[in-house]
Structures are given as structure tokens and as C-alpha cells.
């Protein structure tokens, strides 16, 4: 049998969209000798939906699109299409919807499998929603036995997973049936279809592949999975979609963070050809933040963005990314100098927007602040120079950028890393204001690293940003080092802390770092967690980002 994997970038609630894009994908594997079509999870009303679930208006626009698309199969010599939609339970009590993958061909529906696995961990919530399957069952495409499975079926296989999240394995369960049929049937190569909508993080392409190449061993049959690419909101998917003989090898793999569409042959004949090498892990994490930018911003309705250019590195990554992203001709670069401000950050700031080829404007803030100063004076007369006179400052910016969002209808990307937002190192209504935050889930190690990829053909990012001493420019000759340890040792605590879950004295042991010191950075971490209530979405590029996948309250007594 001829599959084609067909790795779309859907967006929630675009029934349009998403059907012609359905259909287009459907024309182009009918040209190239496809007799089935595998797309992802959800494809025709976008993954995820959330509450749009609870309209009924949503779930029937569903099933008017399984009609059309159903309908194209009618024709003579036209593929079979598998793909992912939502559509009401049979049931008077429970969930009112379902998750299911449907199987189109001569023009209806002719085989429909629910979702049994309803993953309610990190950033998923289906058990909010959906009805589970209570059964799995085989069907035929084109004489050919297979068996479904949607996304998080396939995740919960006793020989890979030391252990299960579930007390049922969905492909165990199909591979009992296809041993209860008659010998015919029995005996036939086994297929494993699995359509997903599988979220992104570092590391997670290689290890689903390892997973897929698990079941594919332990059962003996082909696994074939289609993946969602795109971002929706926080969400990226890498797409990866691939195909896994019997022994475990790889027999086709798409493309990842870009629209795909792989034809192979189940007996493996020319399937080389349809294998793509994987990116770096630091080209992974970059492709990654570009996809989850781009589609942040255009599905948002918008094509332009703002960028606060201090001449730090942080902000000038952002700004890297969002012009591979978006293009430089979408990107606006604002400077906002205080009297704190380096001439050697301006400088850095303006070289950083000609590499780029962005349009860059300097708004000095010395006179706005001046002026706030002396509105205040009556009330801060006999204090010293601290912390507020410093968060002012930011928040002047962030009041400039807003002004700048509003008049010119440009998003405003936020410019702080996973390490500041971690320990409060950030100034509510301040560099914390805009539409998203790019790098929020990426340390400030990680900053350099992605930095100096993006310098990877020529430069971009000035080698002074990328050397000089990481500073908020605040106040005279202020560095982070002044309020927090070196990032070569922040960074290790907070992922243990924050990813791990870690105790201070396990990280403190583990890292050979001072117990002291471990609990200082923990605290501020615990006492942070208002300001990222109120941050910006953040994009999720690690196991455990600042969002809905990681939920604490505010207040609450926390032992570190």
C-alpha cells in the first residue's frame, strides 16, 4: 500500500482553511499514487481547541467538513483520507464530544476510531472535554488490515516506559484483536496508524522516534505516524511525521517544523528517498522559536512586530529570531537609552538592526524620567536611590512600546529568558509587556548558545553583545552578577527546581553547589510566581515551561 504522510500547520476554528488545506494535500498524494492519506490529530478543527468545545456551532461546522471532504473521495481513483476531528457523543449523560480519527473513502465515512487515552498532565487538559473510547477496533483500507490509534494511544507501551501513565495499552488491546481474526486476516503484515497533534520540547522528536521504533519492534508490525506542525499559542509542534518498518528502522520521515508531504511504500520500496536529516539540538531549538513566532503572529491576524533593542543580547535574539521569522521588512527595533546606558549598548543596538536589515528608532527616555522623578519627589524626599527609580525606568519603555502597539497595530515581543522570569529578574509593566514571549522558556545559557547559531554564516548578533557582561543598565555599573549567582550556575538549579522538581538539598548535592545558596535562588523563584500570572505566553520549548503546564498557586507557603 502507497501512504502519504501529510504534515499540515492547521489553525483552531479555521474550517475553511484547514479543509482546502485537506483537500490540496489529498490532490497532491492522488498525483503521486497514494491510496491513503494520513493527516494529524484534530486537523479539521485545530489542536488544540479548548473551550470552543463547549459550542455546539464549533462541533457541527466539524461535521460539515467530514462531509465535504468525505465527499471529494467519491471520485473514481481518489485516495482514502485518515485525519483527526471532533464530533458529539451518542451518550444521554458524560462528555458531550470525542476526539476521533475518521477514515473517508467513496465519498463517506466508512470507519471511525475514538480516542481511548485522554492525556490530563503538563499542558494537556482532554479530560476536561472528551468521552473516552471503551474499545479498539481494526478496520480495512484497500483490502489491507490497520489498526488506529490517535496521538497519546501510542504513548503508554510496557516495554519502553518504565512506568505507565494508564492501566490500558490501546495498541496491545488492537494487536489481541488482529490475533482473534481469521488466519487470512492474522497473517497479514501488521500496520500501526497513529495520527498526533504531539507538542513540542527539547529532545522530544528523538525520543517519540525511539518510542514509535519500540512498538514497531515489540509487536512486529510498521508504525506510521502523521504529526501537526505549527504554533497554537504557547504550543509548537515539530511535525516529524515518519514511518517504522517491523525491525524498528526508519522507512520515512518528514520534514520537521515545516509543511510536509511523504509518499512511501509500505514493502520500503524507495524510501530513502523520503528520509530528511534531523537538525543539531541548538538548530532544533532555533527552528523551533521561529515556527512558534511566525504563526503566534499571523494567526493572530497581525504581520508586524516591535522590539525593544537595549544592546543586550537577550533582546537582540528576539529580534534575530523574529526576522527569520517574519522578515525584516516586519520588524521595527526601538532604543530607549537612560542616562544608565552604555554608549557601547546603543552602539551594539544599532549595529544589531543594520545586520539585520530593520528599520531601528531611538526614543531616549532621559527627560520622561526626569519628569517622573520629580512628580515623585514630594513622596520619595529622604530615600535612596533603589529599586523603584530602577523599575521606572523599564516601565517608561514598556509604556513606549504599548503606544507604539496601539498606533501601528505592531505586536510587541517581550524580551526575557527563562532564567529572570524564573527568579523575578523582570519588571511587571515593564520589559515584561507584549504579546509574547519568545525566549521565555529558554535559559540564559541557552540564549548564548542560540546567539552565536544565529551568527552561524556571518554576523548578526554583534560579538560585543555576546561578550560583554549580561547588565539591566539600571543604575550606574550595574551586572546581573550583582543580584544573582553567574548563569553557568543559576541555570543548572533552576531547570532541577523547575523541570525536575527537585529538592534544594538533592540540587545542592547534585550540582555540588552550597546548600545556601540553592534555597536563596529557590525562594525567589516561590516568591515570583505573580509576576508570571500576568506574563506574556510564553513559548513552550522544554519539558516544564511558565504557563498552563505548570500550575502553583500565589499564595502559598512554599519550604525550600
Known sequence: MKIALAQINPTVGDF??????????????????????????????????????????????????????????????????LCGTVMPTDAAVGKQVRNVAVLLAHGRISFVQQKMLLPFYDVFDEQRYFEPALRQDLTVVNGQPVAITICEDAWNDKGFWPRQMYAVDPVDELMRRWEEQPVEVATQPRIILNISSSPYWQGKPAVREKMLAAIAERHNAMVVMANQVGGDDSLVFDGSSLAVAPGGKIIARAASFVEDLVVFETDGADAAKAVVKADDEVGELWSALV??????????????????????????LVAAIAVE?????????????????????????????????IRFELLPIHDVFSKYQHVLAPLFAGTPFGLAEENLQSRIRGALLMA???????????????????????????DMVGALAVIGDVYKTEVYALSRYANREREIIPTATLTKP????????????DSLPLYEVLDPILKAYIEEYKSAQEIAEQRK????????????????????????????????????????????????
Open 513 to 560: 553547589v552550597d546548600e545556601k545558596l540553592v534555597k536563596q535562588v529557590l525562594r525567589l523563584v516561590e516568591l515570583s510566581e505573580y509576576k508570571r500570572k500576568q506574563a506574556a505566553p510564553v513559548l513552550k520549548v522544554s519539558q516544564k515551561s511558565f504557563g498552563m503546564g505548570r500550575r502553583f498557586p500565589i499564595a502559598a507557603k512554599s519550604e525550600v
Open 404 to 430: 507604539l502597539s496601539n498606533k501601528f497595530g505592531s505586536l510587541v515581543l517581550t524580551t526575557g529568558n527563562k532564567s529572570e522570569m524564573s527568579v523575578g529578574y523582570c519588571t511587571l509593566y515593564g
Open 325 to 357: 521569522a517574519l522578515g525584516a521588512e516586519n520588524v521595527l527595533g526601538v532604543g530607549m537609552p537612560s542616562e544608565y546606558s552604555s554608549l557601547g549598548s546603543i552602539d551594539d543596538a544599532k549595529k544589531l538592526a543594520k545586520n539585520l536589515g
Open 470 to 481: 549580561p547588565s539591566a543598565e539600571l543604575r550606574p555599573g550595574q551586572k546581573d552578577s
Open 291 to 316: 515556527l512558534g513566532t511566525r504563526d503566534y503572529v499571523r494567526k493572530c491576524g497581525f504581520s508586524k512586530v516591535l522590539v525593544g533593542l537595549s544592546g543586550g543580547i537577550d533582546s537582540a
Open 16 to 81: 475553511a482553511g484547514n479543509t482546502g488545506k485537506i483537500l490540496e494535500y489529498s490532490t497532491r498524494a492522488q498525483q503521486a499514487g497514494a491510496t491513503l492519506v494520513m493527516f494529524p490529530e484534530l486537523s479539521i478543527c485545530g489542536y488544540p481547541p479548548g473551550d470552543f468545545l463547549e459550542k455546539k456551532d464549533f462541533v457541527s461546522r466539524a461535521a460539515a467538513a467530514v462531509d465535504e471532504i468525505a465527499a471529494w473521495t467519491g471520485e473514481q481513483g481518489r485516495p482514502a483520507i
